[in-house]
């Protein structure tokens, strides 16, 4: 089975990373794609592609992101935290929606930093670690406003209007987006919609098919079936098929 594992970073990082994460595929598992779905943030990824190892962005995908396994493959990465999509990188993660490609392509100070990576992913992860951990005693905090419109859509598990948001955060919806859109490279109306989702899938992933109806509601959306094109949408994949493909990953300290 496939394995995903979620964890927390170091004391350095928190204002910037919300985890770190592995995956690994199993040495049976035959050649294939395994789809990520969206979850608004930047990922940084360290990867083995063709005997090299390297750092890729992830951008803030708003679909779904298919990429190749191979038996035995292992890659190690963190996520940074939405307000923080761009700062510790140091690139523009409006230019980065639903793209990905190495790192010197965002930034070539930070690749040059890290520099090349002559070891096995593991150990490529720690050198790339130190880099970032150094990195963040001169980086300044993401943007207040940011982190406080975040952890309000957080807060409401991802069931709030952009209007509701910038009125409770006391600015105009265009300050709102405005800098809401430089700090996480996705317009508030895309993040909520996403962050919705994922809180969604994630008590779907501890349901059974027959209560997605009552998540639905849950989560605001209209019926099940709005909440069906919705999982359609973003993944390329009606929910069942989302589900299988959820089951077949055991997931540890995962968090939506």
């Not at 720690?126 to 970032?132: P, S």
């Not at 406003?145 to 409770?168: C, F, K, N, P, T």
């Not at 349901?207 to 509601?217: L, Q, S």
């Amino acid at each position: 089975m496939l394995r995903y594992e979620e964890d927390s970073p170091p004391e350095p990082l928190h204002p910037f990373v919300q985890d770190l994460w592995s995956f690994t595929v199993p040495a049976a598992q035959p050649p294939g794609l395994h789809h990520i779905p969206p979850d608004g943030c930047v990922s940084l990824v360290v990867t083995k592609n063709d005997e090299e190892v390297q750092v890729v962005v992830v951008g803030p995908h708003v679909s779904d992101l298919a990429v190749p396994v191979y038996a035995g493959a292992q890659t190690r990465g963190l996520r940074m935290r939405p307000e923080a999509a761009g700062i510790l990188v140091d690139f523009d993660p409006r230019l980065w929606i639903d793209r990905t490609g190495p790192l010197a392509l965002a930034s070539t100070a930070l690749a040059e930093a890290i520099g090349p990576i002559t070891v096995g992913v593991e150990q490529g992860f720690r050198q790339f670690m130190a880099v970032l951990v150094e990195r963040a005693s001169h980086t300044p905090p993401p943007d207040p406003l940011v982190i406080r419109a975040v952890r309000r859509v957080e807060a409401a598990i991802g069931d709030l209007r952009v209007g509701s948001l910038a009125r409770s955060l006391g600015v105009s919806m265009r300050t709102l987006q405005r800098r809401f859109a430089a700090a996480t490279g996705l317009t508030p109306k895309q993040f909520i919609r996403v962050r919705r989702f994922r809180y969604a899938v994630a008590n779907v992933l501890q349901e059974e098919p027959e209560a997605w109806g009552r998540v639905a509601a849950e989560h605001g959306y209209a019926d099940q079936a709005h909440f069906a094109r919705e999982v359609a949408s973003l993944t390329g994949a009606p929910p069942t098929a989302l589900h299988e493909r959820l089951r077949q990953i055991e997931h540890i300290g995962v968090r939506p």
